[in-house]
């Protein structure tokens, strides 16, 4: 095996891995959380995790036979599935303080989120094969939406009113 593929194979089992602490944070996390919408957004982050992680375990396999990197699509959605999941469940909730621990959670998820966001990227720059380059790109967009994502609910969190005023944008009639 040439030095590049075992370079590659080491970067990918690091991958695996972050991925893996990725999904058992999000699931603790989820089964913590006091509220409907922290459950199902920290679930399907953990969710996303493991989809990553699979394909991650695809590409391994394929370098470790020497089929060179594989063609791996990661579909981007701009972090759609996470909003979704966001905008259903603050339909229903009522403004509740949440604890701080659930607070802390989120910030250590956005510090996660960014440090793999780092990772890919710096991955990126020293991949060869366009495959690998466009892999990476995709992992990055949906990073950088986890973080995008984290940071509304966040903000939600401490203070839902504000949020809501910023989200919905009421109108003041003047009369």
Do not use: C
């Not at 590659?8 to 089964?31: C, H, N, P, W």
């Not at 953990?46 to 375990?57: G, L, N, T």
């Not at 759609?80 to 339909?91: G, I």
């Amino acid at each position: 095996m040439s030095q590049e593929q075992d370079k590659t194979r080491a970067v990918l089992q690091t991958a695996i891995k972050m991925e893996i602490d990725g999904k058992d944070f999000y699931l603790k996390a989820s089964r913590q959380s006091s509220n409907e919408l922290g459950q199902k957004l920290l679930a399907q982050l953990a969710s996303e995790e493991d989809i990553h992680r699979k394909k991650f375990e695809k590409i391994y396999d394929a370098i470790s036979s020497q089929r060179g990197w594989p063609k791996i699509d990661i579909p981007v959605d701009g972090g759609q599935a996470l909003r979704t999941v966001f905008a259903k469940a603050t339909e229903k909730l009522a403004g509740s303080k949440p604890a701080q621990s659930e607070l802390d959670a989120v910030q250590t998820a956005i510090k996660m989120e960014a440090r793999t966001y780092d990772y890919y990227k710096a991955q990126r720059q020293g991949a060869a094969a366009d495959a690998e380059k466009q892999f990476y790109d995709a992992l990055i967009a949906q990073e950088h939406e986890h973080q995008l994502v984290l940071l509304d609910y966040y903000e939600y969190l401490k203070d839902p009113g504000s949020w809501f005023v910023k989200h919905e944008r009421p109108s003041i009639d003047g009369g």
